[in-house]
């Protein structure tokens, strides 16, 4: 018997360091609480009744899933301390926010369920949540599809004491909040952050991106630990909007685009407007529906990309 727990504790164990090995997951603080659900990463800041940081891969065949929204919001089961609840929420004028994205977990009806945990969500401005919050998650998930593979951490920012409170449990209103995101698929190795004030804009997400580093700096996070130093350093630092795709569209849908066979197979997306062709790397790859994908060099090449 004492074997057997031996061997349990072992593999707990060891799938404890290869999630901390992740090259999503932060450096852990003191008084984090981690949880680890099946599909995203959370530290549980008891304090604020939220999580500091939520962290996720998100790939191109996940984005194209077709699970319908759940809405089944409900207290995180693993906070051992108990999380905020629905009744926090009820009347305060602020909305369930989400940190991932319900429409980034609609690869599989678990994943769905999970991303409706209230340690999950964040007191959000309606305007901004239902605004610019919604359209840098549509961003994040296009450049999921463009790159095949994306990181992305996302949290509030919670860098002093003196926060507006609701509900019994005082979950804090956060005045702003964040995202960082990391590219590690060849030749276009990147990361970019964001940081959004929790309220209505009228500027379009780009407005509101920069550095890595920048967004440590406010929030004290440490993104990024498992990459080695050197890159770590290098890609934290560089920031270059211009290697990000800003330019939103419509993702592919039905049953060709959403089968793993299928998509693995691409070489080429044609435009079937100007029969314009392109490959995987160029930033019009996918960016519209009235297209089709094929491995056969089928109309003229892109003058960006040579298709």
């Keep these: 018997m004492k074997r057997k727990w031996s061997l349990l504790i072992s593999l707990l164990l060891a799938q404890i360091c290869l999630r901390a090995q992740s090259p999503e997951i932060p450096a852990p603080r003191p008084d984090d609480q981690l949880i680890y659900h099946e599909n995203y990463t959370l530290s549980y800041n008891e304090e604020f009744e939220q999580a ?3 962290a996720y891969e998100l790939t191109r065949q996940e984005v194209l899933g077709s699970e319908k929204r759940a809405d089944n919001f409900r207290s995180d089961p693993l906070i051992t301390s108990h999380s905020a609840s629905l009744n926090d929420y009820r009347g305060s004028g602020y909305d369930r926010g989400h940190l991932a994205p319900a429409a980034d977990m609609k690869f599989s009806p678990h994943a769905m369920s999970e991303s409706f945990y209230l340690s999950n969500m964040s007191p959000q401005d309606p305007s901004f949540n239902r605004g610019i919050w919604k359209k840098l998650e549509a961003l994040v998930r296009q450049w999921a599809y463009e790159n095949k593979s994306i990181y992305v951490v996302t949290g509030p920012v919670l860098n002093k004491k003196d926060y507006i409170r609701i509900g019994a449990n005082a979950v804090a209103v956060p005045e702003y909040y964040y995202k960082v995101i990391l590219d590690m698929e060849e030749p276009g190795i990147k990361c ?7 309220k209505k804009s009228d ?6 991106a920069l550095s890595v580093d920048d967004v440590e700096i406010m929030t004290g996070i440490d993104f990024f630990p498992a990459l080695e130093d050197d890159l770590e350093i290098e890609l934290e630092a560089r920031f270059d909007k211009d290697l990000w795709n800003f330019e939103s569209y419509q993702l592919p849908k039905g049953k060709a685009a959403s ?4 998509m693995e197979g691409v070489e080429y997306w044609i435009n079937s407007s100007n029969g ?11 960016n519209t529906k009235n297209g089709y994908f094929t491995d056969k060099k089928e109309g003229d090449p892109c003058g960006l990309c040579g298709g």
Excluded at 203 to 208: A, I, V
Aim: glycine letters at 10%; one cysteine or more; charged letters at 15%.
């Design 52 to 54: 500091d940081w939520v």
């Design 259 to 262: 089968t793993e066979q299928t």
């Design 192 to 198: 970019i952050g964001f940081i959004l004030p929790n």
């Design 203 to 208: 500027f379009p997400p780009s407005s509101y």
């Design 276 to 286: 314009t062709r392109h490959n995987p790397g160029c930033r019009y790859y996918g």
